[in-house]
């Protein structure tokens, strides 16, 4: 199947630094990413829909300007997490549509485990 | 707004015992409605999907899962479980092939050998 890959898999920073994550789309196209947000022993939390040459669109709750998310090419999305504090501490996992092959599946990465000190 | 309700939060069963996990959502138009599997230190896989057609889905692994649109559910099944399946199942619905995708909490099911 298609593979989508994240990186870093794990980072740590201190309070009030940002952090980068990207996620690639290795062997498809795909104008639609998608970030979640994991907590330990809890489900996926949608937090924004990444597009292709355009804004993101962020879920309510979901602070655009602490999130940044830049889409800027078909195999690339990027999540910056800026002035990051301890509480934004958590598992984040993009994903990304083959919509080539007409399926729509979506594909997921790694995830990232982010730690703020 | 859409949401999805997994009942079983954690789910213990022996070897070749039967499987059915509970899903459900709300939402009332036309749904996608997806399985999705999380093995132990590894990423997010597709166990099977439903868009349309024969609400009996069969997927990988001998899964299958049954869409019933008048109790909006789509419940997952294995007639008899392996020590491989342990993971966590997640249930997620979309409202159309391109939109995005809304997950339950999960449910961590654990097989006993």
């Known amino acids: 199947g298609a593979v989508v890959s994240q990186h870093p898999s794990r980072v740590i920073c201190k309070s009030g630094t940002s952090v980068k994550i990207e996620c690639r789309s290795l062997d498809f196209q795909a104008t639609t990413m998608f970030w979640y947000r994991q907590f330990p022993k809890q489900s996926l939390m949608l937090m924004a829909t990444s597009n292709e040459g355009s804004k993101a669109t962020y879920e309510q709750g979901v602070e655009k300007d602490k999130f940044l998310i830049n889409h800027a090419s078909l195999t690339l999305s990027t999540l910056t997490v800026t002035s990051a504090h301890p509480e934004d501490s958590s598992f984040y996992i993009c994903?990304?549509?083959?919509?080539?092959?007409?399926?729509?599946?979506?594909?997921f990465g790694e995830g990232s485990r982010l730690t703020v000190l | 707004a859409q949401s999805v309700s997994q009942h079983n939060h954690h789910v213990i069963l022996s070897e070749a015992a039967s499987l059915e996990l509970g899903c459900n959502y709300s939402?009332?138009?036309?749904?996608?409605l997806f399985w999705y599997v999380q093995y132990p230190g590894q990423h997010l896989q597709l166990l099977l999907k439903y868009f349309s057609g024969d609400p009996l889905v069969k997927g990988i692994k001998g899964f299958e899962a049954e869409f019933i649109k008048s109790k909006f559910s789509f419940n997952l099944r294995k007639p008899s479980v392996q020590w491989s399946d342990t993971a966590e199942y997640f249930c997620?619905?979309?409202?159309?092939?391109?939109?995005?995708?809304?997950f339950g909490k999960g449910t961590r099911l654990h097989i006993l050998p």
């Open positions: 939402y009332g138009g036309t749904v996608n």
């Open positions: 994903s990304a549509r083959d919509q080539t092959g007409g399926t729509g599946e979506l594909f």
């Open positions: 997620a619905v979309g409202q159309n092939r391109d939109d995005k995708i809304i």
